[in-house]
């Protein structure tokens, strides 16, 4: 039985990129905007975030942004963000703090999910251990080394597991050499699946597009992935929320309040 009380998508930021970034081979000359994330996630035994957005400092200082986001190696669209849209300052409008938050499970280390750290770098981390020697490696260019090189209490993890009853991990690479996304039962109405990265747009799922970036071009990885989550959404009736989609986003703001 599931002990998830309640959760809520938090809107951390926006980018907008060309869309070939998201759809690989298809979208280029296209620019599209897309929300970027966060996820908490209230259960009987704790609060768990999934993912937390950017780095804040690297966008807001002008000397951080052109470093990472300039750079001629591998330069980059800047989200959009404001201070307020930082994770301590949506959990402060929950009436909460980070020292309420138990356990971070990051479902890939690029900038746009894992830059957050540094705002709730006190409890346990979770993350797949290939993902973190991927970042590590600087196998691509959306890897901010200073985003995980802090002393964090890294829980390395490789199979699929249960944060806790209700919540389970699931291996979904491709996109990123451990990329893991996040299949909840909710205490009323269908399961929800967090696509993360495995699937930016519902084009991703409908038309089985793999992301515009796989790791180590693994393309049938990443397509793999897709088609494990749209089987695990046939056998438990749970409905996939992809990434980075903003149109997905919307319906979603007008829809029921899933922290009921």
């Given amino acids: 039985m ?31 905007d897309a929300p970027i994330l966060a996820y908490l996630i209230e259960t009987r035994n704790g609060r768990i975030l999934y993912d937390v957005g950017c780095d804040y400092r690297k966008i807001s200082d002008p000397a951080l942004r052109e470093r990472y986001y300039n750079s001629a190696a591998s330069p980059m669209p ?10 301590p300052g949506h959990l402060a409008r929950l009436g909460l703090s980070t020292a309420d938050v138990d356990v971070v499970m990051v479902g890939h280390l690029h900038f746009d999910h894992a830059g957050g750290l540094c705002d709730v770098c006190g409890c346990d981390i979770h993350v797949h ?15 901010f080394q200073d985003d995980f090189a802090a002393d964090y209490r890294w829980r390395l993890q490789r199979d699929e597991y249960d944060l806790a009853p209700g919540v389970r991990a699931i291996n979904t690479p491709g996109h990123t050499a451990g990329h893991m996304s996040l299949w909840i039962e909710l205490p009323k109405g ?6 993360g990265d495995a699937a930016d747009l519902t ?6 597009v793999a992301p515009g ?6 393309e049938d990885l990443a397509l793999a992935s897709i088609r494990k989550l749209k089987a695990l ?3 438990t009736g749970a409905t996939i929320w992809p990434n980075h989609d903003m149109a997905f986003w919307r319906r979603l703001c007008e829809g029921p309040a899933w922290q009921a």
């Fill in 213 to 218: 970036s796989c790791w180590n071009d693994r």
């Fill in 190 to 195: 269908k399961p929800l699946i967090l696509a």
């Fill in 203 to 208: 084009e991703n799922l409908e038309d089985e």
């Fill in 78 to 87: 800047v989200p959009q963000m404001t201070e307020e849209q930082r994770l």
């Fill in 233 to 235: 959404g046939h056998e």
């Fill in 129 to 143: 251990e290939d993902e973190l020697a991927a970042a590590r490696a600087q196998a691509d260019g959306a890897y």
């Fill in 2 to 32: 599931t002990q998830v009380l309640r959760m809520w998508p938090l809107l951390t930021a926006t980018h907008r990129y060309d869309k070939s970034i998201s759809t690989r081979n298809r979208g280029a000359g296209t620019e599209i």
